[in-house]
Each structure stands twice: as C-alpha cells, then as structure tokens.
C-alpha cells in the first residue's frame, strides 16, 4: 500500500521536493485538467520505478546520466526526478502548476470546505486509470475524510463492470486498507450500479445489501422516450437499495469524448420521487458533465432534494473536481444540510442503510 505513504507534494509550493512526491503532483495536476491519459500514465509509472529503486541507486544515475534506463522512465520523468535530487523544484513542475492553477472556479469555497468526503469514484478495478491505494492517498491529502469506492456493475463491460466475484474481492481489499488506516480515513464500499431498462438494479440485492452507499445510474439507451425513461428511473428511486441518482441526464457538453445530449424524462416526477424516497439528486462535478443543467438543479432543490456533491473521479486528480459542483451548489443556493457528503462519516451510513 506504498500509495498511502507519500504526499502530493505540491500543495505548499516548497521549492524542495522529494522525486516521488513530484512525479506524484505532476500526474495529479495534470489528470485534474483532464490531460491525456497516455501523458499521465508516464508519471504514474515513474512513481513506482522510483519507490522500487534505492536513493543511492537514484542518485548514482542522475549523477552518470543513466536514469532513463530504469523501466518507466523517460526523458521528461528523467529530468524531473534529477532536478528533485538536486534540491531543485523541477522546471516541469513549475510549468504545469503555473498553466493549471490549484483554484480551477470562482466561488464555492464555503461549500467546497463543508464538504467530508466524495461519494462517487472509480479506480483501475473498473474505468478508472490509478489503483484504489492511490485514490485514497489523494483523497486523504484533500482533506477528506471518507470516500465512496463506486465501480461499475457487471453490465458496463465496456467500462470493465464488476461481477459479483469480483465485487466481492473488491470489498476485502476496501477491507485490508481500513485496517492498515486504523480511523485516520475510512475507505467506504459502494458502486456505480446500472439502472436497467424495466428501472431494476444490475446487482443482486445481496451484493447491494453488503455495500455502504449505492449510486445508481443510467448508461444505456439514453435517447429512450421520455415515458418509459421516467418510468425506468423512478423504478430505480424505490428501488430501498438505491442511496444517489447518479448523473441523472447523461449529458456531455465536450471533452475528449464529444457531446451528446441530455436523457428525456419528466423531471417533476422524477425528483418528487427523490424527495419522497429520501434519494440524494448528485451535482456530478465533472466539467464536461454539469449535470443536472442548471434548470434541473433549480427545479430540484424547489422540489426539496438531498443532493451529493461528488466528482465521478476515474484518476486521483480529478478528485479535485467537487470545487465545480461547490460552485454550482452556491450558485443555486443549496443549504449546505441537504448535501449528503457535508455530513460526518455516521450520519451518512445511517441515512445510506435506512432504506
């Protein structure tokens, strides 16, 4: 669990860091812009040559010029991890921090302060592009205190869906990390779960009964017509499994996937059975998501919805999106007591299992 050991680095500007710890604030910074994962995946792997590799070993080849014959290692991960042994801050450090600042939009800081933890994440069991140990390394230098472990279901194959076996395994390692925590963070277990087409749940309830907070989301036939889309999503509402409507339109408004418009249903009944079944609406912070649009959000906060702040993180940077959905969460004046996530550790798993 090396992932759980070493900071990102970065937040202090110290102008000395350690080679691990700036390799580590690169990746971070640059999957928080949504940079290609091919260019983050270079720094991810250096992480781990040099965690692998012994300091002298490290030093001797910065000094000969050797470094790069390392697995993993580049030209540019070269120069980084030479400039940190140096005492140096890596000029690539400087350079990515610079063109992507820490504060990514104006307002939300109460918001985004109140916030404990983040309900919605994915790692490299599913789509997500980083190993569970380094979402929680991340998630725990943000300041929270908890995160919702939430791959996918068994249905989104293109998106590696976890069986029940698999699931299972999952929720022992989820397990293994919360004895090596011992308090300090709690790794919490849920998942994404796919919201079938007659609104039923892609798990069984068995699997979903040994989970902590279920979100559940549409992914399929998105352009379905507005009745039996309703009627699929309200199904899922009742289902007493269900904690979190994920991404209630499915929209995209660009990034590296393109566009595609949003899901039609009648939002006036879909939100009266949020608020009636004590389901939380999410204010998916992805930039390329902002969903529910701002007419949906408006509509559902009159309606009298929970609401989960979460980032749909598929890589430890992006865990750093919540300050977009904190904005439009003060944008729309949502009291901080009707988001779920503002809510200690306690208070959130009694509301997720009362259902």
Known sequence: MSGLTHSLGGMAEPQQIEPVDALRRIAFVLERARAGQYRVKAFRQAVATVIATARDELEQRAAAGTLAELPGIGKSTEAVITQALSGQRPDYLQTVEAKYPDRMVEGGEQVRAALRGDCHSHSDWSDGGSPIPEMVASAMELGHDYLVLTDHSPRLRIANGLSAARLTEQLGVVDAINTHLDGSFTLLKGIEVDILDDGGLDQSEEMLDRLDVRVASVHSKLAMASAPMTRRMIGAIKNPRTNILGHC???????????????????????????????????????????????????????????????????????????????????????????????????????????
Do not use: M, Y
């Open 249 to 355: 339109t499915g929209r995209l408004t660009g990034g590296s996937r393109g566009t595609r418009g949003q899901s039609s249903f009648d939002a006036a009944a879909v939100f009266a059975a949020c608020a009636e079944h004590d389901v939380a609406v999410e204010i998916n912070s992805r930039p390329e998501r902002c969903d529910p649009p701002d007419d949906l959000l408006a509509q559902a906060r009159d309606a009298g919805c929970l609401f989960s702040i979460d980032s749909d993180a598929h890589a430890p940077g992006q865990l750093d999106l919540l300050q977009f959905g904190a904005a439009r969460a003060e944008q729309f004046d949502i009291p901080l007591d009707r988001i779920v996530n503002t809510w200690p550790k306690e208070r959130l798993l009694e509301w997720a299992a009362r259902r």
